[in-house]
């Protein structure tokens, strides 16, 4: 009984990692491109920008899976 409670216990244990790992890596995605374009650009052109590379990532995204 001991040994199986354990068994389930790892089994979550991982479970649990691995979704911490999911979520640093879904709440990071949207960081690097604001990052670029405000590197770029500055101001107005900025605010234009940002969605135009958002859109362009997006497309190749969905193209190379």
Do not use: K, W
């Amino acid at each position: 009984m001991i040994f199986t409670l354990a068994g389930f216990g790892c089994a979550l244990a991982q479970i649990l990692v691995a979704r911490l790992f999911q979520g640093i890596g879904a709440g990071t995605e949207g960081i690097p491109p604001f990052v670029i374009v405000h590197d770029l650009f500055e101001g107005h052109v900025a605010r234009i920008a940002l969605p135009l590379y958002r859109t362009q990532r997006y497309a190749a995204d969905r193209n190379s899976s």
